[in-house]
């Protein structure tokens, strides 16, 4: 068996999840710079030249703070508290290498009913992750708990989210409130009828 | 064909009767000889082999949750972008070039200048009608899994209109749906 061809080992983004050569033609060039200049400087000459540029401006020190993954398959940048700064995490606010604040997205959960092919419907469900839920995790006690398909796919601006087949809406805030006792009521939002009310 | 794809595309999965599987594992291994040595890795015979029917006559095979060729109806099966990025050299490779890359991506098929221009590259032994992959200038890895509309022959001489057919393509809802629960 010693012919045996070896997985080609690619790098990929775990921002956008592309392998990272193609970064530069992602959704979101921009939010994939950090972590290419600290994992794939070699793909992209000029990000270094630029980061190197802005030095004096401690561009880095900031970087540092935003908290570089060091790859892997997280799709998310994971977000490393630095030097013992206890900044609440509500209130962290990301500095991109362009020297513009981010705000921190708000911790909150939010429940969307969608209609296809008039009989079929998806419920969908974002922000589990925001909570510190594995959404692989999640999804299966939602499939399991509903006797439904559930997977965890990527939203329309790039984030995971959960669809569950099936019109569930109203029961899942139960199901999540209980589960996951971490979940306060507040932080659960319905949308409906393209507006986002909540659901406590 | 992904484009749009998500998992309420699926209409079942199901675990396959043992000769339906080896008949899937003969042709996959028929299709890229490649592939013959790690097959029992990626299609463990031990292993349950779904079959997943979505919208559009679109199967999906799967193993252990994660999706790893798909076909058309009873066309040939093609490798995922995830496993064709491991074994890179089971498929004809054609290349377009780097302005090719942004259609590419969203989804466009694959017009024949795009193939023969400078930065452009094809695989003289590549035939009509076969699954391909498709590289890009400058890249390492490739970019979407393409299905030949004309032989790479035909795609150099006649140099119009579409020559591949995109039907896989990085961040599509294929590329997305890495598992499926
Ligand atoms: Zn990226």
């Given at each position: ?49 630029d980061r190197n540029n802005k030095q004096v401006d401690k561009v880095s020190e900031q970087l540092q703070s935003v908290g570089i993954s060091s790859g892997g398959g997280d799709v998310a940048a994971t977000v490393i508290p630095s030097g ?117 | ?144 899994i393409g299905f030949t509309k004309m032989s790479a022959k035909d795609i150099r001489a006649i140099n119009k209109g579409i020559g591949v057919d995109n039907m896989h393509y990085l961040n599509d809802g294929l590329w997305k749906m890495e598992r499926l629960e």
């Amino acid at each position: 068996m010693a012919e045996k061809p070896q997985p080609v080992r690619v790098l990929y983004c775990p921002v956008c999840s592309l392998p990272a050569e193609y970064c530069e033609f992602g959704p979101d060039f921009e939010k994939c710079k950090p972590w290419l200049i600290e994992n794939a400087p070699e793909l992209y000459p000029d990000l270094l030249k630029d980061r190197n540029n802005k030095q004096v401006d401690k561009v880095s020190e900031q970087l540092q703070s935003v908290g570089i993954s060091s790859g892997g398959g997280d799709v998310a940048a994971t977000v490393i508290p630095s030097g013992g700064t206890s900044t609440s995490k509500q209130e962290e606010v990301k500095r991109l290498p362009g020297g513009k604040i981010k705000k921190k997205e708000k911790q909150e959960i939010i429940i969307e009913k969608i209609v296809r092919n008039k009989r079929k419907c998806v419920t969908v469900v974002k922000g589990l992750d925001l909570f510190g839920i594995k959404l692989s995790d999640a999804s299966k006690k939602l499939g399991k708990k509903f006797a439904t398909g559930a997977s965890v796919v990527k939203g329309p601006t790039e984030k995971e989210q959960i669809d569950v087949q099936g019109d569930i809406a109203y029961d899942i805030m139960e199901f999540i409130t209980e589960t996951w006792p971490d979940v306060p009521e507040t932080a659960i939002y319905f949308i409906e009828d393209g507006r986002k009310v909540a659901a406590a | 064909m992904f484009k749009k794809f998500s998992s309420e595309d699926v209409s079942s999965q199901n675990q396959v009767k043992a000769s339906v599987q080896r008949k899937i594992r003969q042709s996959i291994a028929d299709e890229y000889p490649g592939l013959e040595p790690v097959l029992d890795d990626l299609l463990p015979k031990k292993s349950p082999l779904i079959v997943v029917k979505c919208q559009n006559h679109l199967n999906l095979v799967m193993v252990n949750n994660v999706p790893l060729f798909f076909n058309v109806r009873d066309g040939p099966y093609m490798p995922t972008l995830r496993l064709l990025h491991q074994y890179p050299d089971i498929m004809k490779k054609l290349q377009v070039d780097r302005g090719a890359i942004k259609f590419v991506l969203s989804g466009a098929n694959i017009m024949c200048p795009g193939l023969t221009s400078p930065g452009g590259a094809l695989d003289d032994d590549a035939l009509a009608e076969t699954p391909v992959a498709i590289m890009a200038e400058g890249k390492k890895h490739a970019l979407a899994i393409g299905f030949t509309k004309m032989s790479a022959k035909d795609i150099r001489a006649i140099n119009k209109g579409i020559g591949v057919d995109n039907m896989h393509y990085l961040n599509d809802g294929l590329w997305k749906m890495e598992r499926l629960e």
